[in-house]
Every structure is written in structure tokens, then in C-alpha cells.
């Protein structure tokens, strides 16, 4: 059977670039992608990408190099980096190609997303009387988990210092400096119990990634991480999402579980034989509630494995090492593909300060609106 | 006189102000707000009776975004509000403002009953929508 590489790994740093569009930023990690694998534009047979806010993918193509090459758009919500590499594996794993990007990229106006009702299929009054808002959601969803699991507050902020402290030694990373359990516990409240040092800002980045076969990698003379596994999943009946002015009583399990069910399958491996995590961190409770969604704990856990450092670099599962969606903000079409790369430079022993040591399995979810997960197994 | 901030939403009765929910023909499924269109006809317009119970609740505290949001204040006058999910036993889960001050005194599973909020916008005037209180 085919099996699927990552030879070659690019970033934009994420942040704010006023004098850069989302698109440069999107180029200039397939170039790095591409002389990281020492490979030209014209090699390439395949690539999908996408943005969020920052135009077509394929835009790309004139400064890349007008190839012919197949060149597919992806728009999948905050999944879309995600889609976007299970996408490519999948033009591997078919035997039809060998050697093809992914790519990620975006720009979002500064603050909270807007949000239309009706192109959620919404009635309009929903978003006029002040409910359409993801920070909202995010905030009752770790309200009620905290009141069912006993989380505290207090858990939500080392959250939050765990990734501003990982974001000091990432160069990718938007916030550069540490935040303390203090400042982030009495800064601004923006919908209880998150404060604003608990959420992620909306941000700029670019991504990209290069997907060759086994035969195609070894004959390059290159290496590089294997794709395990690989899931895309969306909301099952009775999962709790954002936008839901109803919810059904019986509550259902999490589009989360159902990604992450499938990668483990998939791979053949546990949430016990993870090295290393980076999973969706849209707000400090997001990762609480994923940690139990993807299996590394049981629900409540987390509150000792906070307060134990087990998800920091030195603990026990190091999660979210390059300080997450709260360090590096959330291009949404980035985003999911961020992950992917800190997992490569992590299993290839390229994360100097934030290398943990022996890393062999990594694993990688994303998850946003409106109700969908990607996660993705790397082993080297 | 204010308007009713969409038809269809909730009745005032004798008893008090009522959610209205659709419940699906094929498999008794019930979802808020009763829905409009063409998949209407799969649903039946019911009252959501009974006593409701916290589910989850948080406040909002800064002005969400306009559009689509259309209240009647700025970045400066805005108002933070309370809101949540109240379960109603064996019909829904639904989401809508509290009417309350602070949130410090709420409690997931207290009893909550529906209430009327006058919401004064920019665009449509003083609107008449519906809310939730602690029923105690």
C-alpha cells in the first residue's frame, strides 16, 4: 500500500503584517516548503489549499509558476487546512500522483468574526438581539463541562500560561512574550468564565506543506514523516455547536470523537502512545474539553494535569508546543495546517527550544464551525 | 406598542409568554425556532410548556458586532447581558437572553421560567422578544 510522506515543511509567521496580503504570506511558505525539500515549483503534479478571508488559494499560481499543474480550492470552515492535507494524502494513497502541496493561508480584520445569520441558515433576529457569537458559544459550552467535571477557573489560566510560555520560544509564533497566571485571571472578562487572555485573536499566517508517496521520497533521496492517519468529521446528531438556538435533550458525542475515533483506527495507535499533541485552542476551555475529546485523559482530569505541568514541554503529553491558537493566532485557513508543520519539526528534531526529546507519534486536531474536526497522525 | 421581534417565536397567554418549537412529522425531533420555508410542512407548530431548567449561561460583555447585531447603544453606552440555555424536560434545549444583572447568582439546573424583554434597537425600533428569569 502506498504510504504518505511530509519531505519538505514552510511557514509564514503568524501575527499581524500590515504591508503583506494573506496570499504573500501564503507564497512565501510554499517556497520555503519547496527549498526546504529542495524541490522547484515545476516538480510539483498536485496541490489544494485554501483561505478564509483572503481569496482563492490558486491565486497563487501566477507568482508560483503557471504549470498546468491540477490545482483544487478547498473551503471547509476552520477545517480547511485540514481538508486540504487529507486531500492530498488521499491523491497519494490512490496511486494517481506522488508528489504534490498543501497549502493555508489568511488575513481577518481585527476583532471578534462577524457573523450572518442567514447564510447559516438562521432566522435574522438571532444575530440582531446579540447571540451569534463563537466567544459565546466557547464560553457555555466550558461553562457547563466545568460545572459537570469540577474545572476550575484557575485551570483555564495555566492554560493560557502554558501557551504563552511555549510562544517565547517559537519564531512562528505572534505573542513572543510571557503572561502570568495573574494577568491573564484578571484581565478583561469578554464572556464568562474567559477572559481576554484566554481566547485567540483572528490572525495572518501562511502555511504549506509537501506530500510525496514512499517511492517517490526515497528516489528524491529525501525523508520525512509518515501520515498515519487521517480524518475529517462533522457534527453527529446531538453534539453541541455554535450558532444552536436549539439543542436536542439527548446530547450526542462531539464531531471531535468521531475525527479522532477514525485516525486512531486508522493508525493503529492510542491516545496513550501520543509523544506530542497540538490540538484546537480556540479559547484556554477548548483545550480542556479536547483533551478528553481526543482520549489523552477522562473527563475532570484535566484539572491535575494542569496543576501538574503535564501538558508543558518537560511534562508528561506536551500539548500545543508552539503556544497554540492563543500564541499564534487563528488564520483560519492556517490554522489547521500550523499544527501539522510544529508536528513535522518536532518528529524531525527541528524545534530547538521546544523540541521534545524522542518524539515518534504526533497527533493534530482542528475544530471550528460549524461542527467539523481534522486530525492527523504523523509517526517518523 | 413594541413590535414582536419575528412572528412565530412565542405566544403571550393567560399563563404567561410560551416558546414556540416545531416538532418534525417523521420522528417527533423538536427544534427552536419552529422552521420557516420550505421545510416547514415537515413540522408541526407546538407550545413549549413546563418549567425550564438552567442548562449552561455566560454574559456577554462587549457590544457584539453590527451588522448583525442591532442594538440601540454604542461601544460606550452597551450593556453587558446574560445569556443561556434553558432546558425544557423531554421537549428542547433552547438558547436565549437572561434577565439578570449579575451572573454571579446563577446555578446550572435552577428552575428558569420565559419572560418578555423590551430590546430597543437601532433599526426596528423597541423590539418585544422573548427571555428567560429565575423562576424563584
Known amino acids: 500500500m502506498t504510504q504518505v510522506h511530509i519531505i519538505g515543511a514552510g511557514i509564514h509567521p503568524f501575527g499581524r503584517h500590515d504591508d503583506k496580503t494573506g496570499l504573500d504570506q501564503g507564497v512565501h511558505a510554499v517556497r520555503e516548503a519547496l527549498a526546504d525539500a529542495g524541490l522547484e515549483w515545476s516538480d510539483i503534479q498536485f496541490a489544494f489549499g485554501g483561505s478564509s478571508a483572503a481569496g482563492s488559494a490558486d491565486a497563487a499560481l501566477p507568482r508560483l509558476g503557471l504549470t498546468g499543474v491540477q490545482f483544487i480550492n478547498i473551503s471547509n470552515g476552520c477545517a480547511t487546512g485540514g481538508s486540504s492535507l487529507l486531500s492530498g494524502y488521499w491523491a497519494i494513497k490512490s496511486g ?11 488575513k481577518h480584520p481585527r476583532g471578534a468574526f462577524n457573523a450572518d445569520p442567514e447564510a447559516s441558515g438562521l432566522p435574522r433576529w438571532y444575530g440582531e438581539t446579540g447571540m451569534m457569537l463563537t466567544t459565546q458559544f466557547f464560553a457555555m459550552k466550558i461553562r457547563r463541562y466545568m460545572e459537570l467535571h469540577d474545572i476550575s477557573a484557575t ?4 492554560v493560557a500560561v502554558k501557551a504563552y510560555e511555549n510562544g517565547t520560544v517559537t519564531p512562528h509564533a505572534w505573542r513572543r512574550s510571557p503572561v502570568d497566571l495573574e494577568t491573564i485571571m484578571t484581565s478583561q472578562m469578554l464572556s464568562d468564565p474567559l477572559t481576554k487572555f484566554m481566547f485567540c485573536s483572528p490572525a495572518e499566517g501562511g502555511v504549506a506543506l509537501v506530500l510525496a508517496s514512499e517511492t517517490k521520497m526515497r528516489e528524491l ?12 468529521r ?3 446528531k446531538g ?7 436549539s439543542l436536542d435533550i439527548e446530547r450526542g458525542v462531539s464531531p471531535t470523537e468521531l475525527a479522532s475515533k477514525a485516525a486512531y483506527d486508522m493508525a493503529g495507535v492510542g491516545p496513550g502512545d501520543i509523544d ?3 490540538i484546537q485552542d480556540t479559547e484556554s476551555g477548548a483545550e480542556i474539553m479536547h483533551m478528553a475529546e481526543n482520549g489523552f485523559c477522562a473527563d475532570g482530569e484535566q484539572e491535575q494535569w494542569l496543576a501538574e505541568g503535564a501538558t508543558r514541554l518537560s511534562g508528561k503529553l506536551p500539548i500545543n508546543t508552539d503556544g497554540g491558537c492563543l500564541a499564534c493566532g487563528e488564520p483560519i485557513g492556517a490554522s489547521g495546517l500550523r499544527q501539522v508543520y510544529e508536528n513535522v519539526q518536532q518528529l524531525r528534531g527541528r524545534a530547538e527550544a521546544r523540541q521534545v526529546g524522542g518524539a515518534r507519534l504526533a497527533y493534530s486536531q482542528v475544530y471550528g464551525a460549524p461542527g467539523l474536526s481534522a486530525v492527523a497522525i504523523l509517526e517518523i | 406598542m413594541s413590535q414582536v421581534v419575528a412572528e412565530g417565536v412565542f405566544v403571550e397567554g393567560a399563563g404567561g409568554p410560551r416558546m414556540i418549537a416545531g416538532r418534525r412529522k417523521a420522528d417527533g425531533e423538536i427544534r427552536f425556532p419552529m422552521p420557516s420555508g420550505a421545510d416547514a410542512a415537515l413540522y408541526d407548530a407546538i407550545e413549549v410548556t413546563g418549567e425550564g431548567r438552567l442548562w449552561s449561561y455566560t454574559m456577554q460583555r462587549f457590544r457584539p458586532k453590527t451588522p448583525p447585531y442591532i442594538g440601540d447603544d454604542d461601544e460606550k453606552s452597551f450593556k453587558p447581558f446574560a445569556l443561556g440555555y434553558v432546558e425544557f424536560p423531554g421537549q428542547v434545549i433552547i438558547e436565549g437572553r437572561i434577565l439578570v444583572d449579575d451572573i454571579a447568582d446563577l446555578k446550572i439546573g435552577q428552575p428558569m421560567r420565559v419572560a418578555i ?20
Open chain 1, 96 to 106: 494517481e500522483f506522488d508528489l504534490g502541496v498543501v497549502i493555508g493561508f489568511d
Open chain 1, 155 to 158: 485551570t483555564l489560566g495555566r
Open chain 1, 221 to 232: 533521496g529525501l525523508a520525512g514523516p509518515r501520515v498515519r492517519g487521517a480524518a475529517v
Open chain 1, 276 to 278: 506530542v499533541a497540538q
Open chain 1, 234 to 236: 462533522t457534527r453527529p
Open chain 2, 117 to 136: 424583554e423590551k430590546f430597543p434597537t437601532s433599526s426596528r425600533g423597541e423590539l418585544s422578544t422573548y427571555a428567560f428569569e429565575p423562576a424563584t
Open chain 1, 239 to 245: 453534539s453541541f455547536e455554535v450558532f444552536a438556538p
